[in-house]
C-alpha cells in the first residue's frame, strides 16, 4: 500500500513537472508568435505610410502634366 | 496724187496690223487675269483643305481626350466600388473578429468563474498563477494572441487595399503620361513650343514616370509582405 502510494505521488510528480514544462514552452511558442505577428504589423504600417506617400507624390507630379 | 495712192494701202495694212496686235494684247491681259483668278482660287482651296485637316486633327485630339477622360471615370467608379466592397468585407471580418473575441473572453471568464468558485469551496487560495485582468497567465497570453493576430489581419486587409487602389492609380497615370507624351510630340512637331518649353515638360513628364515606377516597387512590396504567420 505503501509502496502504492509513494508510485503515485512519483507519478503525479512526473506529470505535474511535464504539465508545468509543456506550459512553459506553449506560453515561449505564443509569445514568439506575438512577436513575429507584431514585427509583420509595424512592417505593414510601414508600407502601408510608404504607398500613401507614393501615391500623394504621383498626384502632384500627375497634375502639374 | 500717184504718191498719196501708193502709200494709202501701207497705211492701210499698218493700221490693220495695229488694230490686231491691240485684239491680241486685250485677250492676252484678259487670259492673264484668268490664270491670276484661277491660281488665286486654288490658292484659297489650298488654304481651306489646310483648315479642314487642322480642324479634323482638333476633332480627332478631342475624341481622344474625352476617351482618356470617361477612362479615367470608368476606372475611378470601379475603384470606389472596389473600395466600398474592401470597406464593407473589412467591416464584416472586424465584426466576426470581434463576436470571437468576446466568445473566447466570456468562455475564459466562465472558466475562471469555475475555478474560483472552487477555490472558494475548497479554500486553497490564489494559487493558480498571476490574475492579468481578469485573466490568467495561459489565457492573458492566449487572448493577446488573439488580439494581435487580429490586429494584423485588419492592416493586411488595409495593405490589400492600398495595394489594389495603387495598381488602379499607376494604370491611370500611365496613361494619362502617354497621352501628355503624345501631345508634347505633337506640338514639337507643329512647332507650337521652344525647346525650352518642351525641354520643361518633357522633365515633367519624366518625373511623373519616375513617381509610377516607385509606386509600382511599393506596391511590390505590399504585396510581399506575408498575411499570416
Do not use: H, W
Request: proline residues 1%.
Amino acid at each position: 500500500m505503501k509502496k502504492a502510494i509513494i508510485a503515485a505521488g512519483v507519478i503525479a510528480l512526473f506529470l505535474a513537472g511535464c504539465t508545468g514544462k509543456a506550459a512553459k514552452e506553449a506560453e515561449k511558442a505564443r509569445a514568439l508568435e506575438i512577436e513575429q505577428l507584431e514585427t509583420v504589423s509595424t512592417q505593414i504600417d510601414s508600407t502601408l505610410n510608404e504607398i500613401d506617400e507614393a501615391v500623394m507624390k504621383l498626384d502632384t507630379l500627375i497634375n502639374e502634366l | 496724187m500717184k504718191k498719196i495712192l501708193s502709200v494709202f494701202p501701207v497705211g492701210l495694212i499698218i493700221l490693220a496690223l495695229l488694230t490686231c496686235g491691240g485684239k491680241t494684247m486685250a485677250q492676252q491681259q484678259v487670259e492673264t487675269g484668268k490664270a491670276k483668278k484661277e491660281v488665286n482660287q486654288a490658292k484659297q482651296k489650298g488654304k481651306d483643305k489646310v483648315k479642314e485637316a487642322e480642324e479634323a486633327a482638333e476633332k480627332e485630339e478631342d475624341k481622344a481626350t474625352e476617351a482618356v477622360q470617361k477612362e479615367e471615370e470608368k476606372a475611378m467608379e470601379a475603384l470606389q466600388k472596389e473600395e466600398e466592397k474592401a470597406a464593407e468585407a473589412v467591416n464584416k471580418e472586424e465584426e466576426k473578429a470581434r463576436e470571437a473575441m468576446n466568445q473566447e473572453k466570456e468562455k475564459v471568464r466562465d472558466a475562471a468563474d469555475t475555478k474560483e468558485g472552487k477555490e472558494a469551496v475548497k479554500g486553497r487560495g490564489n494559487a493558480f498563477g498571476k490574475n492579468k485582468g481578469g485573466l490568467e497567465g495561459r489565457d492573458f497570453g492566449q487572448a493577446r494572441a488573439e488580439e494581435a493576430r487580429m490586429k494584423n489581419q485588419e492592416k493586411k486587409s488595409e495593405l490589400d487595399r492600398k495595394v489594389e487602389d495603387g495598381e488602379q492609380r499607376t494604370v491611370q497615370a500611365r496613361e494619362r503620361i502617354r497621352v501628355a507624351r503624345e501631345e508634347l510630340e505633337k506640338e514639337k512637331g507643329a512647332k507650337k513650343i521652344n525647346d525650352e518649353t518642351y525641354q520643361q515638360k518633357k522633365e515633367k513628364i519624366d518625373n511623373a514616370e519616375k513617381a509610377v515606377i516607385d509606386l509600382e516597387e511599393k506596391i511590390k512590396k505590399g504585396k510581399s509582405v506575408p498575411g499570416e504567420i
